[in-house]
């Protein structure tokens, strides 16, 4: 009998027109619909700038956006990220010479970020509402800390941190890199 469901519910399925996703599809190539307020203030591609810093490796965009996580030690995002964005890190950029970098927004189901941040971090991920909010300041520059719910923000390698809004859902990578 569950064989019988099972081939009923595949061929409703076809018939629906709905495609199963390819075992190589990545959370990385989807559309960044659905943007928010940060990617409305400071992408590139909303504002007409260029969305290539001086020194970056890869344009700030959805195109590059595999090669980007790639520079970091995550390697990913969260399984089931959505509405992801990326945007160059103008402002550390100009503070830093030679410095480049990218901020990537996203959204993911609670259960995603604790996997993800206990597994980039060094702290486990049930204990993210053990943390004191974190306090606006230049160092975040290209995240305006001071609009997110309850912030938490770490390290996961000398050259990328997130910060998380709590309670769990929305997420920013802020990825930097370049020298003086």
């Not at 995550?74 to 945007?87: C, H």
């Not at 204990?127 to 923000?153: C, G, K």
């Not at 390290?155 to 929305?170: H, K, M, N, V, Y």
Request: charged letters at 20%; one cysteine or more.
């Amino acid at each position: 009998m569950p064989r019988i469901f099972t081939l009923a519910a595949a061929i409703a399925f076809v018939l629906s027109g709905c495609t199963l996703p390819t075992p190589d599809s990545s959370v990385f190539e989807q559309s960044a619909s659905g943007k928010d307020a940060f990617w409305e203030k400071n992408s590139a591609q909303s504002s007409g700038e260029s969305p290539t810093l001086a020194g970056a490796p890869y344009p700030a965009d959805m195109e590059h956006l595999n090669e980007i996580i790639a520079l970091t030690d995550a390697k990913g995002l969260p399984e089931g990220a959505t509405d992801i964005a990326v945007a160059p890190a103008r402002k550390f950029a100009a503070s830093y010479p030679g410095g480049w970098g990218y901020v990537i927004s996203f959204h993911a189901e609670e259960q995603a970020i604790r996997d993800y941040f206990g597994k980039h971090t060094t702290f486990d991920g049930d204990d993210i509402e053990l943390f004191d909010d974190a306090e606006p300041n230049n160092q975040f520059e290209d995240i305006d800390i001071s609009t997110i719910n309850h912030p938490l923000v770490t390290g996961f390698d000398s050259s990328t941190q997130i910060a998380l809004e709590r309670p769990l859902g929305r997420c920013w990578l802020l990825i930097r890199g370049g020298g003086r």
